[in-house]
Protein backbone atom coordinates (compact mmCIF):
# COMPACT_ATOMS: atom_id res chain seq x y z
CA UNK A 1 0.00 0.00 0.00
CA UNK A 2 1.11 3.27 -1.33
CA UNK A 3 1.07 6.21 1.22
CA UNK A 4 2.28 9.99 1.61
CA UNK A 5 3.40 12.40 4.28
CA UNK A 6 4.38 15.77 3.28
CA UNK A 7 5.71 18.52 5.24
CA UNK A 8 7.75 21.84 4.09
CA UNK A 9 5.02 24.40 4.11
CA UNK A 10 4.71 27.54 5.90
CA UNK A 11 4.27 31.38 5.53
CA UNK A 12 6.80 33.18 3.16
CA UNK A 13 6.68 36.40 1.33
CA UNK A 14 6.44 36.66 -2.39
CA UNK A 15 9.22 36.23 -3.88
CA UNK A 16 10.07 33.86 -1.29
CA UNK A 17 11.04 29.44 -1.61
CA UNK A 18 10.23 26.78 -0.07
CA UNK A 19 10.78 23.29 -0.67
CA UNK A 20 8.25 20.75 -0.13
CA UNK A 21 8.73 16.93 0.72
CA UNK A 22 6.62 14.00 0.54
CA UNK A 23 8.00 10.95 2.21
CA UNK A 24 6.52 7.72 0.42
CA UNK A 25 5.81 4.70 2.43
CA UNK A 26 6.54 2.38 0.15
CA UNK A 27 8.90 2.72 -2.90
CA UNK A 28 6.85 4.14 -5.57
CA UNK A 29 9.03 5.57 -7.80
CA UNK A 30 10.47 2.53 -9.49
CA UNK A 31 6.78 1.49 -10.57
CA UNK A 32 5.09 4.42 -10.62
CA UNK A 33 4.81 8.05 -12.40
CA UNK A 34 4.61 10.53 -9.02
CA UNK A 35 3.07 14.15 -9.33
CA UNK A 36 2.80 17.22 -6.69
CA UNK A 37 -1.20 18.83 -6.37
CA UNK A 38 -2.46 21.37 -4.52
CA UNK A 39 -5.96 22.63 -3.35
CA UNK A 40 -7.49 26.11 -2.39
CA UNK A 41 -10.89 26.65 -0.22
CA UNK A 42 -13.64 25.83 -2.65
CA UNK A 43 -11.77 25.33 -5.66
CA UNK A 44 -10.89 21.45 -7.37
CA UNK A 45 -7.57 19.69 -6.52
CA UNK A 46 -5.27 20.41 -9.28
CA UNK A 47 -1.93 19.10 -10.86
CA UNK A 48 0.81 21.05 -10.42
CA UNK A 49 3.81 18.96 -11.43
CA UNK A 50 5.21 15.33 -11.98
CA UNK A 51 7.82 13.20 -12.79
CA UNK A 52 7.75 9.93 -14.72
CA UNK A 53 9.51 6.98 -13.52
CA UNK A 54 12.23 7.39 -15.59
CA UNK A 55 12.53 11.22 -14.56
CA UNK A 56 10.55 12.95 -17.08
CA UNK A 57 9.46 16.28 -15.22
CA UNK A 58 6.27 18.70 -16.55
CA UNK A 59 4.80 21.50 -15.05
CA UNK A 60 1.20 23.36 -15.80
CA UNK A 61 1.81 26.88 -16.57
CA UNK A 62 1.44 28.64 -13.66
CA UNK A 63 4.25 27.16 -11.90
CA UNK A 64 6.71 26.19 -15.22
CA UNK A 65 9.71 28.19 -14.49
CA UNK A 66 9.46 28.33 -10.62
CA UNK A 67 8.94 25.01 -9.68
CA UNK A 68 11.41 21.84 -9.82
CA UNK A 69 10.17 18.85 -9.14
CA UNK A 70 12.80 15.52 -7.84
CA UNK A 71 12.93 12.28 -6.40
CA UNK A 72 15.59 10.79 -4.05
CA UNK A 73 14.59 6.73 -4.47
CA UNK A 74 17.00 6.23 -1.53
CA UNK A 75 15.04 8.27 1.23
CA UNK A 76 11.96 7.49 -0.75
CA UNK A 77 11.13 10.90 -0.86
CA UNK A 78 9.55 12.97 -3.86
CA UNK A 79 9.97 17.27 -3.52
CA UNK A 80 8.91 20.17 -4.69
CA UNK A 81 11.36 23.09 -4.97
CA UNK A 82 9.07 26.66 -5.36
CA UNK A 83 10.76 29.69 -6.20
CA UNK A 84 9.22 33.09 -6.61
CA UNK A 85 6.51 32.42 -5.20
CA UNK A 86 2.99 34.73 -5.74
CA UNK A 87 -0.04 34.73 -3.57
CA UNK A 88 -2.05 32.47 -6.23
CA UNK A 89 0.69 29.59 -5.27
CA UNK A 90 -1.26 29.85 -1.75
CA UNK A 91 -2.87 26.19 -1.22
CA UNK A 92 -2.67 23.20 0.43
CA UNK A 93 -0.02 21.03 -1.31
CA UNK A 94 -0.39 16.93 -1.48
CA UNK A 95 1.70 14.36 -3.26
CA UNK A 96 0.50 11.27 -4.83
CA UNK A 97 0.71 9.04 -8.28
CA UNK A 98 0.30 10.86 -11.19
CA UNK A 99 -2.46 7.88 -12.34
CA UNK A 100 -4.28 5.69 -10.60
CA UNK A 101 -4.32 7.58 -7.58
CA UNK A 102 -4.38 6.81 -4.10
CA UNK A 103 -5.72 7.75 -0.76
CA UNK A 104 -4.38 11.40 -0.20
CA UNK A 105 -2.00 12.02 2.80
CA UNK A 106 -2.44 14.95 5.20
CA UNK A 107 -1.06 17.50 3.13
CA UNK A 108 0.94 20.73 3.81
CA UNK A 109 -0.13 23.95 3.68
CA UNK A 110 1.58 26.74 1.77
CA UNK A 111 0.90 30.49 2.16
CA UNK A 112 2.63 33.31 0.51
CA UNK A 113 1.37 37.02 1.89
CA UNK A 114 2.90 40.52 2.42
Known amino acids: QVQFVESGGGLVQPGGSLRLSCVVTRNAFAFYDMAWYRQTPGKQRELVAS???????NYTDPVQGRFSISTDRAKTTAYLEMNDLKAEDTAVYYCNLLRDLRAWGPGTLVAVVS
Open 51 to 57: ITKSGTT
